[in-house]
């Protein structure tokens, strides 16, 4: 039997309390006791499936090397599952000091870090770090991306076809420069599209144990109207209005910031999203525009964009048979030439760090992001570290909570499906609300929040 049972409290998590497998009554007990340990299998079954593949790709010692990684996974899966102390990471790669001191500081007056008795966000993100660490000790996996035949999949199973809409719809009306007759059309495609990018957020195989969604069945259709009673909190338009106001002035070229989350069909939304952004911001004028994408350093949260799923993706829309998509995969492949568009790589976002510390952890970063006009979060992940995965009482304004953290980045969109026990913003009576509807309606990413903070002044 699991040592762990003995260690958690069955409690739910207290109100303004770090969210914690300690608290039995928790979303992050059920995932570090059921749901991490299940990933780590997942990716056990798809080595041992694909082991001669692998082995064939890698040469050398990659036979070996297999087993070794197979062993440790399987150990690191132990040791979650029987609440040992997190280890010390070994590597000397630029995050490990940050990671290593981080569960120094976490330590009980017992003196130990354990999986069910530090923050959830410690957990997780080391249970990925770790995997990553076991791969790159090993002379044949150093750069390999254990997770991406999951994400290739995903992307092969994708509704393709949607795109040709989202295409048609921003080419003809973004193109031409804002009038007050088109004004409300062109508002209209950014509300669709924030909402579309929205929905994309439920297809993350971290969720979903792996199973890939099928979008059509998500109802990600041209305006998904049917799901706006699913969306809790809303600031769409003041980001819109936001956004059409910079662009009225030509003065200098606009910058934003998109810190993507997963692969696939998200993804594929989110560059429709910045191709609206990028042609909405040129019509008004040329060299008006710069969108970066930041992505993850290494394979995480399963269906995380990686620079090279990030190119792939590009690639594979490029290649489409059909004309009309492949024209667009070019027209994003002509963004990133003409440097409109740019992937940018940092190790921040794979640290356990909430962001109230990136000053402090990854300076160069927040400065560079100090510059942008507005900074775009998408995902669950990206929430949990923004707000600083607490227990927050919900109905507490977005604002309030960043300003509480001392986060002073400013014009921030945060993009996001529920899936952890964490939220902000939300008006009085909507968690009642939805405690009647779903039990599990903080667990299951059938509902969003769009926040948009202009300054926390
Ligand atoms: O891809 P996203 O939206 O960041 O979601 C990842 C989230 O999904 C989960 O795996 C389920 O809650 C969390 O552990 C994590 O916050």
Redesign the pocket.
């Known amino acids: 039997m699991c040592e762990c049972q003995d260690m958690s409290m069955d409690l739910t998590t207290p109100r303004n309390a770090y969210l914690s497998a300690f608290y039995k009554r928790s979303?992050a007990y059920h995932?570090v006791k059921n749901?991490m340990p299940i990933i780590l299998t997942q990716l056990i079954d798809m080595l041992s499936r694909n082991k001669e593949m692998i082995t064939q790709q890698f040469g050398g010692d990659a036979s070996e090397d297999l087993k070794t990684v197979i062993g440790e996974i399987s150990k690191l899966k132990y040791e979650i599952q029987t609440n040992k102390p997190l280890a010390k990471l070994q590597t000397q790669d630029e995050d490990i000091k940050l990671y290593n001191n981080h569960i120094d500081k976490q330590a009980t007056e017992e003196g130990e870090t354990t999986y069910f008795n530090t923050i959830w966000l410690l957990t997780?993100c080391y249970m990925y770090r770790r995997i990553r660490e076991i791969f790159s000790l090993t002379e044949s996996f150093k750069n390999f991306d254990y997770f991406q035949s999951f994400k290739e999949e995903q992307f092969h199973q994708c509704n393709l076809e949607i795109l040709k809409f989202w295409k048609k719809c921003i080419s003809d009306n973004l193109l031409a420069p804002t009038t007050d007759s088109n004004k409300l059309a062109q508002q209209a495609i950014f509300q669709n599209l924030i909402k579309a990018i929205l929905w994309g957020?439920k297809c993350?195989l971290?969720?979903s144990l792996g199973k890939i969604l099928n979008n059509t069945d998500l109802l990600f259709n041209t305006d998904a109207d049917n799901l706006d009673k699913f969306i809790l909190t809303d600031d769409r338009t003041n980001f819109i209005e936001y956004f059409f106001k910079i662009n009225e002035s030509q003065d200098r070229a606009k910058l934003f910031d998109i810190v993507l989350?997963?692969s696939g069909y998200?993804l594929i939304q989110d560059l429709c999203f910045a191709t609206a952004i990028a042609l909405f911001c040129s019509s008004q004028g040329p060299g008006q525009v710069k969108i970066r994408f930041h992505v993850k350093a290494i394979p995480w949260?399963i269906?995380?964009v990686t620079k090279n799923d990030f190119s792939w993706t590009v690639e594979q829309i490029a290649q489409s048979p059909d004309t009309e998509l492949s024209a667009l995969g070019k027209q994003w492949k002509g963004f990133l030439n003409d440097n409109i568009w740019e992937v940018v790589v940092h190790s921040f976002w794979t640290t356990p760090f909430e962001f109230k510390y990136m000053e402090e952890v990854a300076p160069d970063l927040y400065s560079q992001l100090s510059q942008s006009d507005a900074i775009i979060f998408?995902?669950?992940?990206?929430?949990?570290k923004l707000f600083g995965e607490k227990n927050w009482d919900p109905c507490t304004p977005s604002k309030r909570v960043l300003k509480e953290l001392n986060f002073k980045l400013s014009n921030i969109l945060v993009i996001?499906?529920i899936?952890?026990d964490i939220v902000v913003g939300l008006k009085p009576g909507i968690v009642e609300e939805c405690e009647k509807q779903d039990a599990q309606w903080m667990?299951n990413?059938d509902y969003g929040v769009i926040h948009f903070v202009n300054s926390v002044d």
Request: aromatic share 12%; glycine share 8%; hydrophobic share 20%.
């Open positions: 979303f995932t749901r997780e957020n993350d971290s969720i989350d997963n998200e949260f269906s995380d998408k995902g669950d992940l990206n929430y949990r996001r499906t899936k952890a667990a990413g």
